[in-house]
Each structure stands twice: as C-alpha cells, then as structure tokens.
C-alpha cells in the first residue's frame, strides 16, 4: 500500500506498534457497533486486529499529523454490492474515527483523497460508500463527498448476535 497525504492526515499502513491508539477508540461503543462488529475487550483484540489490517493490506491507518497519533481507519475493499455491475473495476471505502476526533472533518478528508487515488491511481470505474441506516454521521460524510444514494439490503451482522440492520448503499462513478 502506498501511503498517501493530505493537508492533516497521513493514510499509510498500520504497524503493530498502533494497537493501543486502535483500542483507545475501538473499544467505545460509538464505534464499533456503527461499523458492525462489537467493541473490543482489551488491547490484546486490537492487537490481533492490527495484525489482520496488515496481513489483508487493504486497510490503511488514519494518523493525524499534529499529534502523530492514529485516530481512525480507512480501507478501500473488494465489495461489490451490486452484482449488476461486477463487470467494472471497483471497490468499496470504510471507515472509522475516534470519536473524539468527530466533528473537525477528517473523514471527509480522508475519504476525498482515496476517491482520488482509486480513480486517478488504480483506475477504478466506480466507488462504493455503505453505513447502516441509524448512522447518521456516515450518512453525512457519504454525501458530503459527492456519493450518491442507490440502493438498500437487509442482512444480519454475525458478529453482533445476528442483529437485523438495513444497509444504505452509496457510489460515485469516475468522472462524475
């Protein structure tokens, strides 16, 4: 992965080393469950996940360069929530934030950049941007950086006791 900058963030890739800035934000409720998957318990978890981030590589660490701290997450994934259109280079964007970090637009940062670099650098067709339906803040920044409401599902989060959500599904094609 290929670490990118903008004017407040460096996207780069995650280092063992970055478990405890992960559980300082991943083990509050705030998270977790917005994104689908139950708070962590201890730093041992996050740990374990940051060593997933770098085995799977399509992760990168959000750090935010006044502090040199990471305070969220951004990855740009192989979904393709519409199998009508799998035929195009694609991929979807996830996210994460501190929640003490919400509020100053880092997200919005962090994710117009990737948009950027998945066109302009890996060529995709289209980009994808999901959150469920109770998650307002995503809804906000989905909007904010020019995606555009297509579709819905319905699934059930195996990580959170099977619980029913609604999915929102958002994209934005190259050149649009």
């Excluded at 917005?34 to 660490?61: L, Q, R």
Aim: hydrophobic share 35%; proline share 3%; aromatic share 12%.
């Amino acid at each position: 992965m290929e670490m990118l900058v903008t004017n407040r963030l460096i996207l780069r890739e995650w280092k063992e080393n970055d478990s405890a800035d992960l559980y300082e934000y991943a083990k509050s409720k705030l998270v977790g469950p917005n994104a689908g998957w139950p708070p962590h318990k201890n730093e041992e978890e996050s740990k374990e996940i940051v060593n997933m981030f770098i085995e799977n590589n399509d992760t990168y660490a959000i750090v935010l360069k006044s502090e040199n701290k990471v305070i969220g997450a951004i990855g740009l994934h192989n979904r393709k929530p519409d199998e009508t259109l799998s035929h195009l280079k694609q991929k979807e964007i996830g996210y994460v934030l501190n929640p003490k970090y919400w509020g100053n637009g880092f997200i919005p940062e962090a994710v117009n950049h990737l948009i950027e670099y998945g066109f302009n650098e890996l060529n995709l067709d289209l980009i994808w941007c999901g959150h469920f339906d109770f998650n307002h803040n995503s809804k906000r920044v989905n909007e904010k950086c020019g995606f555009i409401y297509r579709f819905q599902k319905t699934e059930k989060l195996k990580l959170l006791d099977n619980k029913e959500v609604t999915t929102l599904y958002y994209s934005i094609f190259k050149g649009l």
